[in-house]
């Protein structure tokens, strides 16, 4: 079974760009989380998806956003960038239950300048 | 809000010493997971822990549970220097979903000749 692939691996935008990374889930899984790691900070929960919609948010600005489609693909979207920003992206799928173990993507880092 | 404390923060260590990592958490969990994050890379699964006392071995790791004293700890065992990585637990809340997971800080491990 494949695992989780996120695109594109590696980006460099410039503050005040947009920016989308996308995630695709393992097959049959219905749930994609995704997290902000950062040196500081370290990982982040950011949001997390299931059957198209949003079921729970961690504590991010607005310029974070996300949505799924209904083959369970994924993607963020972070508005006017800022050099905080800067991070590896981490997605993880699950089936979907409460209980069910998350599998961890390779991630996107994302370098803004 | 949960919050999940690991130490030591940095650990360097011979190799064929063995070391305890520590993972204490603040609310009542009773799902607990170890992963390991080599330099660049996503996130590997090592242990899931899922009631009190439970205990997972694998080579040269072992994880341990205790719910009531909300601690966990991952103890090296004869380290090597292949287990050179960083390593974090993550806690889910008991009644909250996995998806929604809070790690620590991580401990970074460097294994010595």
């Known amino acids: 079974k494949a695992g989780v692939t996120q695109t594109p691996r590696y980006l460099i935008k410039t503050r005040g760009q947009q920016v989308t990374l996308s995630c695709s889930p393992i097959?049959?899984?219905?749930?994609v989380s995704w997290y902000q790691q950062t040196p500081g900070q370290g990982l982040q929960f950011l949001f997390e998806y299931f059957s198209e919609t949003q079921r729970n948010k961690g504590n991010f600005p607005g310029r974070f956003s996300g949505r799924q489609f209904s083959n369970s693909r994924s993607e963020m979207n972070v508005s006017t960038l800022e050099l905080g920003d800067s991070a590896l992206y981490l997605c993880?799928?699950?089936?979907?239950?409460?209980?069910?173990?998350?599998?961890f993507g390779p991630g996107t880092r994302l370098t803004v300048t | 809000e949960l919050k999940v404390e690991q130490n030591p923060l940095f650990l360097s260590m011979q190799e064929g010493k063995n070391y305890t990592i520590y993972c204490n958490y603040s609310?009542?969990?009773?799902?607990l997971y170890w992963y390991r994050q080599d330099p660049g890379k996503s996130l590997e699964s090592l242990f899931v822990?899922?009631?009190?006392?439970a205990v997972k071995q694998e080579g040269r790791l072992m994880a341990s549970l205790d719910t009531k004293a909300r601690l966990s700890t991952l103890h090296i065992t004869a380290a090597v220097h292949d287990l050179s990585a960083t390593y974090f637990c993550a806690v889910a809340p008991s009644g909250g979903s996995n998806y929604k997971l809070t790690f620590g800080k991580g401990t970074l491990l460097t294994v010595n000749p």
């Open positions: 993880a799928s699950s089936p979907g239950g409460v209980k069910d173990e998350q599998y």
């Open positions: 822990l899922l009631s009190n006392g």
């Open positions: 097959s049959g899984h219905r749930s």
């Open positions: 609310t009542t969990s009773d799902r």
